[in-house]
C-alpha cells in the first residue's frame, strides 16, 4: 500500500510527524492511547480503501456506476476518519503547544 498509493504515503509522512510530536511534547498515556487508535484507524480504512479499489479495477476497468459509488464511498470513510483524527490530534497537542 506504501508503495502504490500516494495518500497511504502522505499518511505515513504524517504518523511518523505526530509520534514525533508525541514524542517531543512527552504526552501522558491516555493522549497516546487517543493518537494510536487514530493512526491506526486511519492507516486500516486506507488499507480498506485501497483493498475496495484493487478489487474493483481486478473486475473491470470500464467505469461501472455501483463500482464508482463504492469507490467513492470507501475514500470517503478514510476522509471521514482523518477529520475525526485531526480533531483528536488538536484535542491533544493545542495545550501541549500553548504551553
Do not use: Q, S, Y
Not at 514524542?23 to 480503501?49: D, S, T
Not at 473486475?59 to 485531526?86: Q, S
Amino acid at each position: 500500500m506504501f508503495k502504490t498509493e500516494a495518500h497511504a504515503k502522505i499518511h505515513l509522512v504524517a504518523t511518523i510527524c505526530v509520534i514525533a510530536c508525541g514524542i517531543i511534547f512527552k504526552i501522558e498515556r491516555w493522549e497516546w492511547c487517543a493518537v494510536l487508535i487514530c493512526i491506526g484507524g486511519v492507516l486500516m480504512a486506507e488499507a480498506f480503501n485501497t483493498a475496495i479499489e484493487k478489487l474493483a479495477d481486478a473486475i473491470t476497468k470500464e467505469r461501472h456506476p455501483l463500482i464508482g459509488a463504492a469507490k467513492d464511498i470507501a475514500a470517503g470513510a478514510v476522509l471521514l476518519f482523518v477529520i475525526a483524527a485531526v480533531a483528536t490530534g488538536l484535542i491533544v497537542f493545542i495545550p501541549h503547544v500553548a504551553n
